[in-house]
């Protein structure tokens, strides 16, 4: 899709099953964890093609990030 941003695209070739923010961000490379919510998870989880596992306690230590049904269109 054209609304993706090359970084949300990263995210989504590098997000299998379900994974933490910290896996996640191991994953793409990147050592600045506000810049990768922000700039990746936030983005993402806005234009819906990720989807939190626990998304009534967005906190949670146990959070995990998986592809949403528009994140699998997108891809």
Same mark, same amino acid.
């Given at each position: 899709?054209? +609304? ?13 099953g379900e994974m933490?923010?910290?896996?996640? #961000? ?7 964890a506000e810049h +990768? ?25 146990? #959070?995990k990030y998986r ?5 699998? #269109?997108?891809?």
């Amino acid at each position: 899709m054209t +609304f993706s941003t090359p970084e949300v695209m990263k995210l989504l070739k590098q997000l299998t099953g379900e994974m933490s923010r910290g896996d996640l #961000q191991e994953a793409i490379g990147l050592r600045d964890a506000e810049h +990768f919510r922000k700039t990746y998870i936030n983005k993402a989880l806005e234009l819906k093609v990720i989807e939190m596992t626990v998304p009534d306690k967005i906190t949670s230590r146990n #959070q995990k990030y998986r592809i949403s049904g528009v994140g699998k #269109q997108t891809i």
